[in-house]
């Protein structure tokens, strides 16, 4: 069963750093595009930045400066670092996979969400 599960979230301050891990079981992430999203209250769900299998990387555009991604396949994990943490990046952060087409930070070319994890940045 494919299952993605994020951790790392928590409550930081303004100016913070965090970093996220999405945990992959069921099936190796090594050929997918993996991604990560954030969807605050009342907000459209937010592309963050995307590596696909070839190691490629596409970042949304406000995001280039702030977020890194990366993914280590040994360990079959996606990992977002934060950097420099406002208010306004607070939201539920996602982790997913996808199967086929262009590896973007896209959310309707995702097929495999992660159930989310909460990020809190206090001012």
């Known amino acids: 069963q494919v299952h993605l599960v994020e951790s790392g979230g928590g409550s930081v301050q303004s100016g913070g750093s965090l970093s996220l891990t999405c945990t992959a079981s069921g099936f190796s992430l090594r050929p997918y595009c993996m991604g990560w999203f954030r969807q605050g209250s009342g907000e459209e769900r937010e592309g963050i930045a995307a590596v696909g299998g070839d190691g490629s990387v596409n970042y949304a555009e406000s995001m280039m400066d702030r977020f890194s991604i990366s993914r280590d396949n040994a360990k079959n994990i996606l990992l977002l670092q934060m950097n420099n943490l406002t208010p306004q990046d607070t939201a539920r952060y996602y982790c997913?996979?996808?199967?086929?087409?262009?590896?973007?930070?896209?959310?309707?070319?995702?097929?495999?969400w992660g159930e989310g994890t909460p990020v809190n940045i206090s001012s």
């Open positions: 997913a996979a996808g199967i086929v087409g262009r590896c973007v930070p896209v959310a309707a070319g995702m097929d495999y």
